[in-house]
DNA sequence: TTCTAGCACTCTTCTTTATCAAGTGCTAAC
DNA sequence: GTTAGCACTTGATAAAGAAGAGTGCTAGAA
């Protein structure tokens, strides 16, 4: 491919992006102060390529997935926010009272908000995080609540019903040697430590120690199973709204896929581990259309995944942008 | 309305919920061993008291919102849960572990399953709870999560940034101070007891007070403003599903409304306070073809509501049997 | 060699028209 | 009070035509 070629896939994306319409020979005629013949050569290349397509043989070109991906790998030229986006998530960002993982979340709030696409916070998942704290709260005489903290301040809170014969003191003499013991331990390990060092201790000791051990063993099991992550998907239904979907089916499809916490999960976090990644069209596995942007971070330990999802026709030097800046003045903040 | 027009309104709306397709005379000659010129007749009849209208002068008849509501108040026979309907909620109502409100959430999901409505969770809300305790984790040297617990066990964590000056010790000197005067105080009331109670002690005793009262009202004031009613909308998508949703605009608009969790509470909570009522189209605010079927309960001391959403065309019966028995296996269990 | 003008061709979209089937309302007779 | 019969209305579906957008290709110009 040469410049004018690259030029052409460029300005087709971006005509695309902005328009939703296929793009035909004559409207690129001015910017490129070439007829409409020598385009449509050009763009004959192009497809042979297949960097463009045509819906039927007679519609204008629009972006293929490799083209997209030929753009965000080679052509696009990141974008510098505008003022108001700036202005919008500077409230956020100036805010010295918000934790990182909630300014993150508040900040891709806004992003979906901006763009009109869903975005994704995926919380520092627990794995790595280790135990800081058991505590139990009684309720009532028959009621507690069990809290475990971790490191990195990830709480988790389960009510439990007692039985008659469970003594609340027992309980909270248990949570007392589970510190002692297991205070700094990698937090998915807690499980088996609890049954290996603490439940042969507490079996001497404690009258109703099978059930203790239960109620413990029950409030961390959601960590050992790494459910513990938050994930909060923002902006499903604005999403939606987005004009290629326009199809009932389509729009169900997605809808249901937006609901899923674990599949969201699993296009976000678990295909691999790239610091930054985008996911165009099939690659997606959300759905032939849509794109998905994803970005981990790591600021001072605190580690986490950003998402963005979208159609395939996504603005993508505008939401390229709008994560480095919340990203980077994470860090700028962190660091001071 | 005689017998008659009674049993033929009955059985419009059954057959319409069934079939979704607009009934005509002739389908229900059989059933009623009369002509389809009888049968029209009565349609007439029903259509000028409101209870049925057409689509179109030459369609079959479907119930008006007045219509279902005659069949709700008047016809319904409570309908008695299938085998296996009872079955997969047995393994929830009998689980002893589960305390009451994760016990009804999962039902709730459960009958979202069945019957593929969305269904909501209001978790009791924080109105009449009392404060049981407030207690910082020091996370490391700068951050600290303050965990606040009601008297009905409803959790709320918060992380904080701290800023060099402020002390940890007397962060959780305050907690105790806090816990000793406040403990019992209605939640709602705690912000500004803080205040005008605690405030002022603090400020006498600690360099940093200022920072310290921010960051314990910070932690109180959700509940102050009463956002900390968890609500759970399960199978937002899954109502998707439901025919009558069939235009894009439409699933759109739905979508859009049962992300939007305030808008979810003001329907479910907020618009009277009886024990059962049934929004049927308009009324719901939802969707002209929407009906919500609310219960709010109050087992032990605790209490919340729960909703289903579905089509106006829904299998009232079957939703009120599946509501009845969930809620009632709660109170035996409870009163056991 | 590179670009352009011109033209036939293809395909979508929109409108119009015709037909079919379902179901009603009304009338007259049982 | 019930029913048979019939004219009428309407939506849904398919077919046909016209308009518009855009292409590919060829032949000639720069």
Aim: proline share 3%; net charge negative.
């Amino acid at each position: 491919m040469d410049k004018r070629q690259e030029d052409l896939l460029k300005a087709i994306v971006e005509t695309y992006v902005k328009t939703v319409k296929p793009v035909g020979s004559k409207s690129l005629c001015q910017k490129f102060k070439l007829s409409s013949a020598t385009i449509r050569n050009e763009m004959a290349v192009l497809e042979s390529l297949g960097y463009i397509e045509k819906n039927h043989i007679s519609s204008g070109r629009i972006p293929s997935e490799s083209g997209y991906r030929y753009y965000v790998e080679h052509l696009m030229e990141p974008e510098k926010l505008t003022g108001s986006d700036v202005l919008k998530l500077q409230s956020i960002v100036k805010n010295q009272d918000l934790v990182l993982s909630d300014a993150i979340s508040q900040c891709m709030e806004i992003i979906s908000d901006l763009t009109s696409y869903a975005s994704v916070v995926l919380g520092s998942n627990a794995e790595g995080n280790l135990l800081k704290q058991v505590s139990i709260i009684p309720i009532d005489n028959n009621k507690i609540v069990a809290l475990v903290c971790t490191n990195k301040g990830v709480v988790e809170n389960k009510q439990f019903q007692l039985e008659e014969q469970t003594d609340i003191k027992e309980l909270i003499k248990t949570s007392e040697i589970i510190n002692k013991m297991l205070t700094g331990t990698p937090i998915n390990e807690v499980a088996s430590r609890l049954e290996f060092e603490i439940k042969p201790i507490i079996a001497k000791q404690m009258v109703d120690y099978e059930r203790i051990y239960h109620i413990f063993y029950n409030a961390l099991s959601d960590f050992a199973m790494q459910e513990a992550d938050d994930i909060r998907v923002v902006g499903r239904a604005k999403v939606l709204e987005q004009p290629e979907y326009n199809d009932a089916e389509t729009i169900k499809k997605l809808a249901y896929k937006l609901d899923d916490q674990k599949f969201i999960k699993h296009v976000v976090n678990d295909k691999d581990n790239d610091e930054l990644k985008v996911y165009i069209g099939k690659d997606s596995e959300v759905d032939p259309n849509t794109t998905v942007i994803k970005r981990k971070y790591d600021i001072n330990g605190e580690s986490g995944t950003v998402a963005v999802i979208g159609p395939k026709r996504m603005e993508y030097a505008r939401v390229m942008g709008l994560l480095d800046y919340v990203l980077n003045e994470m860090k700028k903040k962190d660091e001071k």
